[in-house]
Structure formats: structure tokens, C-alpha cells
């Protein structure tokens, strides 16, 4: 998002107003030590809503009554303000461009300042329009909290490159030593980059919702169809012993009838089935008997070779049981040697005995490894069994209803034999079977079927929309664009030579930075050498991450500013006790030091280091603002200063005023505290 800081600052404890102003592109804020360089990146991130107040101790701290930073968002100014206070308020406020001059200390009334938690809520408005990151609302409940969403928060892992961080080979990333933090990052990237939208959070939980009445609907099916199922068991056998008694060849009434509409399939049956439907001479009833007991004998064959299998797994259980508490009892052998036998006659070796000892050797293996796979073949008996006993289990209930059935034929029979009448015995059998009717559970799944497939419709029009989002192709293609970008920047950095041309690699999957090498090997950030690889490796991501941001325009989210606190570190350590009053005297004491130590680097070929990093950085700017109409703000504090720019730059425009050597941040500092200190 196009976003640039217009000024920053702070009050003092005399309402004097102390602040820097910041221009389009690249900003270089210059001087000694301890004047204030380093607050700068600080007191941005207190206001950009820090949980915690990270200002270095000294002046400004002393002195500060309020901080604050004015934003350009997109063209909205706003201004954001935090106490040095205990109490956790901000204070965030749209105005105008033209009132910027007007900011004053009686602008940031008391009643303005609001909790933190609101204060977050109000910023991220400005740069985000999401309020649920849900994917699942299932995963919700069982965490029974919302996901955290995108805080603004995030976007300073984007912006800032503190002093200890720029040049450091364990981290790239301000803010991503607690890692839910990272993972929060990580996981809300996509919806930062624009790849996602409040409105695919949505269909995503309005795709699971759907889902999960899919699923209720099909286990209803499911379920019926059992019910269905065990109704056919109950009425087949009765209809079909009814039809045999009285010689029916064909079904009078068809099954399925009985399964959707009972009472129907019952008159039907009174009404069809009556004495003259009777064939008292048909042989139906013996051919059934005979039928039910050759598939009981079927199944009976089947049961007991069954059964046998179970007896002899059991076994083999048992004795698997008894070898292993053997050979616990016993060293198992691990090696064998033999000593070289000599002929005392002829004193010629015998070869066969070495030979015989590899054997062994190979046999003890052997051994060993079947001692070893006791315990594995015992766990596959016992399953092999489990599943034994419930097809005997199920072959057993088969049995007993056979046997149900052909005990009715024969009491039928028996009762025929005792002169009871067919048409008697006939209208018995149907009295059975009307009682059963009259317990079933009848089922109609076409409602449910019409149900099923409008919610499938549902379903693939959800999956369809999210499916135009293509997040893991758009991610794996932002990927692309960053390593392609950091390609083009880095080769213009002062890499090793073992690491040219320099081959970084970055992923939003993981947020790892490696060099991938000629031999296809990933050298990550912290196998890389010096500090000026860590230093470069770091610039050239985050001006990659940043040129694609600025692509991006309004569909990302994150702010187009980066934050390079004290780049040059790497070249001049004993800079941070820079007390000169001019860059040039400090670069004379550092020649001087060098010699002093015998350091065999000169200083003339590191500061072409440092101008050739200004110059890229420049040269990056403009040739963004030329390509998309604006660039990312970098803002640099540095002690480097004089420079010259390979693009024809004047450093002194980059400068802009803000150069620290005869004073520092807070200037002038209140007269009463000095007065003070006089005295002391």
C-alpha cells in the first residue's frame, strides 16, 4: 500500500516540538553517536502500536512528554501518537495535508487517546478490511476462540531492520523470536499480499457448513438404507415361506412394496391371496425346505473350517507366546571367531575353517532376525484372528435364522399332519406377517436424495468461487517474482566472490532465505561467511519483498516503508563510538586505527562499499517511482555522510537536513534541565 511517513517526532516537557521531515523515495538521516539516529526506526514502531516502549534511554527519554509519526495512507493523512506513559493508549487521528504545519501539543486532546486494543483495531482499518480469518468454524469450536486476525502489528516485520538485525546471520525478521508471532505472519501473509479476501473466508466456512449437512444428510441415507436392509431380512423369508405354502410361483405383491408402504402391500395381499389362489398340489413348500437346509449345510461347511482356522491361530499364538518368553531367558549370540589352524606337520593353513566361520556368522544373523520378529507375528495372529471371529460371528446368525425357517416349515407340516387345514395355516402365516408389518420402521429417501444433490450443487458453486482464488498458484507465484526481483537486486552488492552471482531464495511458505548454489546446495543466511553477505542478503530481500508490494498497489495491504538502521555497521564497527565533528575526521581516525592494528582492509575499498550501497539504494528508488508512479520510503540512519552516488544524486538531497554531528534529535534541549544539570 502506497504509505510514506510525512513526520516524525515528539514533544519535550515544555511543549517544544522536536521532529523530522521525511520525503518521497530514500531518506538518509546522518551523524555521531549517541544523537538520536537509532530512536528514530523506535519511536515509529512505539507509535505504530509497539506493545512495548523500546526507546533508547538517554535525552529523548528524558525529555519526551509525547511521540508521534504522520502518515500518508493512499492519500488519507493520519496521525498516530503514544505517551511515554505506563498506561497502554494511543492516539490515531485523520486530518487534511494542508493541517499538517498546524501540529501542536494542544492537537493530541487527552479524550483521543483510546485503549490499545481499539487503538489496533482503528489503524488496521486504514489498512485492512477483515474481521474473521476462520477457514474452519469446526477448528473454531474445538479452539473456542476466533483466530487471531491480521494485526498491524505484522507490517513491522516488513518495515524495520533494527541495528542488531540488518547484519544478522540468525535472523531476518524483526519480531520473529516468539514463534506465535511468526506463525501468525506467516499463516496471514496471503491475505496481506492480496491474495485473499474477507470474502473467502467466508465461502470457506459456508463450504464447511454445507459439508457437514452433506454429511449429516448421507448418514441418514445411510442409515435408512440399513433400516431398509433389515426390514428385507425380516419380511423376505415369511413372504417366501407364505407363497411355497400356498404354491404361489410369482410374488403377488413385489418386496419393495412392503418397504416403502406396508399397509398397502397388506391389503393387496388380503386381497389376492385367498382360498381359490391356493394350489394344494404344488411342491413349492418341500422344494424350500430342502433349499433352506442345503444352504444351512453350506454355511455349517463354512463355519467349522472357520472354526478350525481359530483353533490352530490360537495355537500359534500361544507357542509364538511360549518361544519369546525362551529366548528372553537367553543371551542372544552376536559373533563368532576362530583363531587360525595350523598344520604342525606341514605348517599349512586350513582355509576352510574362516570360511565355516562366515557361514556361522551369516546363520546367526539369520537367527537373530527371526528372534526379532516374534513379537510382529504374534500381532498379526491376533488380528488375523479378530476378523475370524467376526465372519463366524455373522456366519453363526446366518445358521440360526436357516434353522428358524425351516423349523416353521416343518411345524406347518406337522400341523397338516394333525388335520389342521392349509387355508388355517396359510391365514396363520399371514397374521405373523401383519404383525411384523406393523413394527417396521418405513423409510422414503426421496426427499433426502432430492436434498443431497442440492447441497452437492452447493457445494461445487462454494469450491468453484474459491477455487478462483488459486491461492497456493498465486503464492507460488508471488514466490517466483521475489526470488526474480532479489536476482536483479543482488547482483549489484558486494557479495564474496564465492557468492557471485549471488542465487537467493526465499519462500512465504516458510519465510527461509537461502543461496542455492552451482551444485544445487541451499546455503542458508547463517553458513554464508561474513557480514557483509548477511548484511546484503537482507537488503536484497526486503527491496525485493518491497518492489513487490509497491506492484501490488492497493491490493496489498502492507506499508510501503523500510526502516535501515545503521547499514554500514558491517564496514565500520568502531563507528558507534563516532564523536567527531565531521564524517571525514571519523574516517581519518578509522584509517588511522587500521594501520595502528595492521588491518589489512583499507577504508578506501570498504567506502566504495558504502557508496555503492547508497548508490543502489537511490538507483532502486528512482526506478521504481518511474515504473509505478511511487517507490518504497526507505529511510537510512547512518553515520556515513559526504557520499557520492554512482546515479549523479546529490547525498546532500537525501540528506535532507538531518544531519546529527553539532546536535542531536531534541534540539534545543529545555534550558530548565540543563540549568539543572549545571548546578549538579
Not at 507490517?155 to 508471532?181: P, T, V
Not at 518492489?547 to 563507528?575: A, M, N, W
Request: glycine share 2%; net charge neutral; charged share 30%.
Amino acid at each position: 500500500m502506497n504509505t510514506r511517513i510525512v513526520e516524525l517526532g515528539l514533544f519535550d516537557n515544555q511543549n517544544h516540538k522536536h521532529s523530522i521531515h521525511f520525503q518521497k523515495g530514500l531518506n538518509v538521516i546522518t551523524g555521531k553517536s549517541s544523537t538520536g539516529k537509532s530512536a528514530v526506526i523506535e519511536i515509529f514502531d512505539y507509535c505504530f502500536a509497539a506493545s512495548e516502549n523500546t526507546i533508547p534511554k538517554g535525552v529523548i527519554t528524558d525529555y519526551a512528554e509525547l511521540y508521534f509519526v504522520v502518515l500518508l495512507v493512499n492519500g488519507q493523512c493520519l496521525v498516530l501518537a503514544r505517551k511515554p506513559s505506563i498506561e497502554q493508549r494511543g492516539f490515531v487521528k485523520r486530518i487534511e495535508q494542508n493541517e499538517i504545519e498546524k501540529i501542536q501539543v494542544d492537537f493530541f486532546e487527552k479524550q483521543l487517546f483510546i485503549p490499545m486494543d481499539k487503538f489496533k483495531k482503528v489503524l488496521r482499518s486504514y489498512f485492512l478490511d477483515i474481521n474473521d480469518v476462520d477457514e474452519s468454524l469446526e477448528v473454531r469450536t474445538l479452539r473456542e476462540q476466533k483466530a487471531p486476525t491480521p494485526s498491524v502489528r505484522s507490517f513491522a516485520s516488513f518495515m524495520l531492520q533494527h541495528q542488531n538485525l540488518i547484519a544478522n546471520k540468525h535472523a531476518l525478521f524483526y519480531r520473529f523470536d516468539e514463534k506465535e508471532k511468526r506463525d501468525q505472519l506467516v499463516e496471514h501473509t496471503k491475505i496481506f499480499l492480496g491474495v485473499v479476501d474477507q470474502k473467502y473466508f467466508i465461502l470457506s466456512q459456508a463450504k464447511e457448513l454445507l459439508e457437514a449437512e452433506l454429511r449429516k444428510i448421507e448418514r441418514e441415507i445411510k442409515f435408512n438404507k440399513n433400516v431398509a436392509d433389515d426390514n428385507k431380512n425380516k419380511i423376505e423369508p415369511m413372504l417366501r415361506q407364505l407363497y411355497s405354502m400356498a404354491g404361489i410361483e410369482n410374488a403377488i405383491v413385489p418386496l419393495d412394496v412392503f418397504l416403502t408402504n406396508p399397509n398397502e402391500a397388506m391389503a393387496s395381499l388380503d386381497s389376492a391371496l385367498n382360498s381359490d389362489a391356493i394350489n394344494y398340489t404344488s411342491s413349492k413348500n418341500e422344494e424350500l425346505h430342502s433349499l433352506l437346509i442345503k444352504q444351512r449345510n453350506d454355511e455349517l461347511a463354512t463355519l467349522r473350517n472357520l472354526q478350525r482356522q481359530a483353533l490352530s491361530i490360537n495355537k500359534n499364538i500361544d507357542d509364538t507366546k511360549k518361544f519369546a518368553e525362551k529366548i528372553t531367558s537367553h543371551n542372544q549370540v552376536t559373533s563368532a571367531s576362530i583363531s587360525s589352524s595350523i598344520c604342525p606337520f606341514c605348517h599349512s593353513e586350513n582355509k576352510l575353517l574362516p570360511q565355516r566361520a562366515e557361514s556361522l556368522k551369516k546363520h546367526i544373523e539369520f537367527l537373530n532376525n527371526k528372534l526379532a520378529f516374534a513379537n510382529p507375528v504374534k500381532s498379526m495372529y491376533e488380528t488375523k484372528l479378530f476378523d475370524i471371529n467376526k465372519e463366524i460371528e455373522k456366519i453363526t446368525e446366518n445358521i440360526n435364522k436357516l434353522t428358524k425357517q425351516i423349523s416353521q416349515i416343518e411345524a406347518d407340516n406337522q400341523k397338516i399332519k394333525d388335520n389342521q387345514s392349509l387355508i388355517e395355516i396359510i391365514l396363520n402365516q399371514k397374521a405373523r406377517l401383519r404383525a411384523l408389518v406393523e413394527t417396521l420402521n418405513t423409510v422414503d429417501d426421496v426427499e433426502l436424495d432430492e436434498k443431497r444433490e442440492r447441497l452437492k450443487t452447493q457445494i461445487d458453486e462454494k469450491e468453484k468461487l474459491l477455487n478462483e482464488y488459486n491461492v497456493n498458484a498465486r503464492m507460488k507465484e508471488l514466490t517466483e517474482k521475489v526470488n526474480s526481483y532479489m536476482a536483479e537486486i543482488g547482483k549489484n552488492f558486494d557479495f564474496e566472490q564465492s557468492y557471485k552471482p549471488i542465487n537467493l531464495k526465499f519462500s512465504f511458505e516458510t519465510f527461509d532465505l537461502y543461496h542455492l548454489n552451482e551444485k544445487g546446495e541451499k546455503v542458508y543466511l547463517r553458513s554464508m561467511g561474513s557480514g557483509a553477505n548477511w548484511l546484503y542478503s537482507h537488503i536484497t530481500l526486503f527491496l525485493a519483498l518491497h518492489r513487490l508490494f509497491t506492484e501490488l498497489g492497493d491490493k496489498c495491504s502492507i506499508p510501503t516503508i523500510v526502516f535501515f538502521d545503521q547499514p554500514t555497521q558491517v564496514y565500520f564497527p568502531d563507528f558507534n563510538r563516532d564523536n567527531s565533528k565531521s564524517f571525514a575526521e571519523q574516517k581519518e581516525k578509522e584509517i588511522q586505527s587500521r594501520k595502528d592494528f595492521s588491518e589489512k582492509t583499507s577504508v578506501d575499498d570498504d567506502m566504495k562499499s558504502v557508496e555503492n550501497l547508497f548508490s543502489q539504494l537511490s538507483i532502486y528508488c528512482n526506478e521504481l517511482e518511474t515504473k509505478y508512479t511511487y517507490s518504497p520510503q526507505i529511510i537510512v540512519t547512518d553515520h556515513a555522510d559526504n557520499l557520492t552516488l554512482s546515479n549523479g544524486v546529490s547525498f546532500e538531497s537525501l540528506v535532507h537536513g538531518n544531519r546529527w554531528r553539532d546536535r542531536g534529535f531534541i534540539n534545543p534541549v529545555p534550558k530548565k534541565e540543563i540549568d539543572m544539570s549545571t548546578k549538579n
